[in-house]
């Protein structure tokens, strides 16, 4: 009796996944794109499940079995190199916002802003454009309120306009004013002139225009009077003509001083107003002013205002996840009985 024999079954080799190679002109850049340790790659793998890495020679491979995710990292990845060649950085903030989101072309011009002999700034998510773009449109508005969660890029954005206003000459003065509700605005007792003791306020401030100008040119305009900070219980009384004002951290702004300081507006002035309703310091007793502007200011069509949600939050991928898990505590307690 013959027994029935089976063929031996054959080992199958797994399908190597498709592989794509993009190709650079700037080998630096591409290292500058990959990151310290490939972070950036990593991010985009993780984002999009598929391999990606920088073999060398100006190259980034792209490596999976997904078609469409191979084309949304190719997509990423030109628009960081675009980036790049524009003399931006590439971070992890910006690599972020160009995985969540698509400007079509790495980047309208609207939502450029380049500082003469500074740095450049690109808007990273919609809201971002919509801002800069109410910023750069000098015909149409004065005011512009820039509001919302921190990390969206609110004051970064108007220090670096203000800056590139500042340096190409366009305002004599850029002047940035902020609560200081620590202090109870009382600020005589202190040492050194009015710029120390309004600094350690305004430290973000002037890591933005040191950021956007260079710290050599900044403490240049700075000494210049070029640059002037001034907490706004020193605003009264004043009429700022040519110049450039960035009221920050407006939440903790009482009503009278928010009335005060939006009516400092003179001629060949503009403003901007940034801030977060939903953070303010003030006591019971002192309702903030932001709120009340906002209200009473949002049909003038001289004012523009944006309003950012936590999705806009480019700081840190952590810092959106925090924002959402304080709006879910919020709503919760404002369910309660």
Known sequence: MSANKTPAARAVKPKRAPVETLHFEDAEKVRALAGAGDRHLILIEEALGLRVSAPGAGQIQISGADAAARREARRVIERLYARLDRGMICDEAGVRAAIRYDDGAGGADDGLIRVPRGASFLARTPRQREYVSALK???????????????????????????????????????????????????????GDLAEKVDPYLLPVWDALSDALGKTQMERLRADKRIEVAPIAFMRGRTLNNAFIIVDEAQNATRAQMRMVLTRLGEGSRMVVTGDPSQSDLGPRQPSGLPEALRILKDDPRVAMTWFQRADVVRHDLVARIVAAYEAADADEAGRP
Request: aromatic content about 8%; charged content about 20%.
């Open 137 to 191: 449109n000098e015909s149409a508005f004065d005011l512009v309120f820039g509001v919302g969660p921190a990390g969206t890029g609110k004051t970064l954005l108007a220090v670096a306009w203000g800056a590139s206003l500042l340096a190409g000459h366009k305002v004599d003065r850029l002047i940035v004013t902020r609560p200081a509700v620590e202090a109870g605005e009382k600020l005589g007792f202190l040492p």
